[in-house]
C-alpha cells in the first residue's frame, strides 16, 4: 500500500523550497505525495507554484488583509487537522519557520502523525529576531521525529538541543536545488528588458518585510537608500515589493518619487534569479536570498541585526549590516569603491548551502524511515 506525504505550504518561501521535494518525492511510486496550501499567502504561493508547475491538492484559502499570527495560527491548526483526519497521512512534512510551519506540526502532533521538517535546525538564538519565526522553528523541532538540516552548522543546533543523532540527516538546503535548476535551464528574463535599465548602469537589487523591521527600522532602510541614490549617482535601484501593504506603504512613501527607482510587484522566481545575478549587489532582509547569494557569489547586506545563516557570512557573500542607516551607507558604498575586497568576495568558493541535491537526500531519508519505521 501507498505512503501518503502531506506536504504543507504557506507562504512564497515555503513554496520554492518544497518545490524540488515535492517534485522528487511524486517521482517515487511507493508514495501519495499530497500537497496541502494553507493560502497564508495568495498571489505569491500562487506565483511560485505555478512556475514549477505544482498544483495543491487542497487550499485552506486562509489569508486575510493585514492578518494577525493568531488568526493564522488558529486558522491553520484547525484546517490542517481536517485535512491530516480525511486524508490519514503517514507522514506531514513542513518547512521553515512561518506560522504555517507552526500549526501545520501542531495538529500533525496533536494525531501522533510523524514530522518531517525540512530546513531544521536554524537558529538565531534570540526570540525577538527574526520575530515570530525564532520561535516557530524551536517549537517545531520539538514536534518533529526527522530532521532535514540543510548544513552541519543545523544539526550542531540540534544535537545542542539533545535532538538523537539518528533523527538527523543533513542534506543541503532545498532552495539551491530550485536555483541551480533555474539557472540552468535558463529561465527568466533580464531586468534590463524589462525594466529598460541602461546595460552600463549598475544595479542594486533590494528586498525587505520581516516583522521585526515594521516601523523605524524600515524608515532606517529607505532613508539609507536615499542618500545612496544621491552619493552614486549611476547606480538603479530595482525593489521587487512584497505583497504586505504595511511594508510597501512605508517604501512607497520614502522612494515613491525617487529617480532611478524601480518598484515592481513580487518578481516570478525565474525573474528574480535573473535580477540577482545582474546586481552589483542585493540588500536584504530574506533568509531565501541570502541561501542563493552565496550560490550565485553576489554579496548581500544583510539587514538584520543578527542571523540564523552564520554560514552566508562565513562564506563572506553575507554581510550583517542590521537597519542602521549609516552603516547600510558606509557598507554599500565601501563595496562600490574597493574594487579588490568586491573582487575576492565573488571569488568565493562554492555554496555552503548545498550541490543543489538536497530534495532527493530528503526522499531517500524518507523512503528509509518506512522500511525502518522501528528505528526511530
Ligand atoms: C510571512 C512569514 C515570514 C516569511 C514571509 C515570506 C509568518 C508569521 N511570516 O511573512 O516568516 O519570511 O512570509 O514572504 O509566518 N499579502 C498579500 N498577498 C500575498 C501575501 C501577503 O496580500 O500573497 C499581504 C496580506 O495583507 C497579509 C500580509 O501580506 O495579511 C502579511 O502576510 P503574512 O503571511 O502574515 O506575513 P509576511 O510578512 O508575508
Ligand atoms: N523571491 C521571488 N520574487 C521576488 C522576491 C523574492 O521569487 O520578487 C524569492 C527569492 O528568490 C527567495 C524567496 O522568494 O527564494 C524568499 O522569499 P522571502 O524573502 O519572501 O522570504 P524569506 O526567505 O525571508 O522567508
Redesign the pocket.
Known amino acids: 500500500m501507498k505512503r501518503t506525504i502531506i506536504c504543507v505550504i504557506?507562504?512564497?518561501?515555503e513554496a520554492i523550497k518544497m518545490a524540488p521535494v515535492i517534485l522528487a518525492l511524486k517521482e517515487n511510486p511507493a508514495f501519495r505525495t499530497f500537497v496541502l496550501a494553507t493560502g497564508?499567502?495568495?498571489?505569491?504561493?500562487d506565483q511560485a507554484l505555478s512556475f514549477f508547475d505544482i498544483k495543491a491538492d487542497v487550499n485552506l484559502h486562509i489569508?486575510?488583509?493585514?492578518?494577525t499570527?493568531d488568526h493564522?495560527t488558529s486558522r491553520v491548526l484547525v484546517g490542517t487537522g481536517e485535512i491530516y483526519d480525511k486524508e490519514k497521512p503517514d507522514l506531514v512534512l513542513v518547512h521553515g519557520?512561518?506560522?504555517?510551519t507552526l500549526g501545520a506540526s501542531m495538529s500533525a502532533f496533536y494525531r501522533k502523525i510523524p514530522v518531517g521538517h525540512v530546513e531544521a535546525g536554524l537558529r538565531s538564538g534570540n526570540l525577538d529576531q527574526?520575530f515570530?519565526?525564532e520561535a516557530?522553528r524551536i517549537l517545531t523541532d520539538r514536534l518533529t521525529t526527522l530532521f532535514f538540516a540543510p548544513t552541519n552548522n543545523a544539526k550542531d543546533n540540534l544535537l545542542s538541543e539533545k535532538v538523537a543523532e539518528t533523527q538527523i540527516f543533513v542534506t543541503g538546503n532545498t532552495v539551491i536545488d530550485a536555483l541551480a535548476w533555474t539557472v540552468n535551464e535558463k529561465r527568466g528574463n533580464s531586468p534590463e528588458r524589462m525594466y529598460s535599465i541602461p546595460s552600463q548602469a549598475p544595479l542594486i537589487l533590494m528586498t525587505a518585510?520581516?516583522?521585526e523591521s515594521w516601523g523605524k527600522p524600515l524608515e532606517n532602510i529607505c532613508e539609507a537608500v536615499q542618500v545612496l541614490l544621491e552619493k552614486l549617482p549611476d547606480v538603479y535601484f530595482l525593489i521587487p515589493l512584497?505583497?504586505?501593504?504595511t511594508v510597501r506603504e512605508v517604501i512607497k512613501k520614502f522612494l515613491g518619487n525617487m529617480d532611478r527607482v524601480i518598484f515592481t510587484e513580487p518578481l516570478d522566481y525565474p525573474d528574480f534569479v535573473q535580477a540577482m545575478k545582474r546586481s552589483y549587489l542585493i540588500l536584504s532582509d530574506?533568509?531565501g536570498v541570502q541561501e542563493e547569494a552565496s550560490y550565485l557569489k553576489k554579496p548581500v547586506l544583510i539587514m538584520r541585526n543578527i542571523s540564523e545563516r552564520p554560514e552566508a557570512i562565513d562564506h563572506g557573500t553575507g554581510i550583517l549590516v542590521g537597519t542602521d542607516k549609516e552603516r547600510i551607507v558606509k557598507e554599500t558604498l565601501r563595496l562600490f569603491s574597493n574594487g579588490t575586497e568586491y573582487d575576492n568576495l565573488i571569488k568565493r568558493s562554492e555554496s555552503p548551502f548545498g550541490d543543489g541535491t538536497a530534495a532527493k537526500k530528503i526522499e531517500c531519508y524518507v523512503s528509509n524511515f518506512f522500511n525502518q519505521t522501528s528505528a526511530f
Open positions: 504557506g507562504t512564497r518561501p497564508q499567502h495568495t498571489d505569491m504561493l489569508m486575510k488583509d493585514r492578518q499570527l493564522i519557520d512561518t506560522t504555517t527574526p515570530p519565526e516557530n518585510h520581516r516583522r512584497h505583497k504586505n501593504p530574506s533568509g
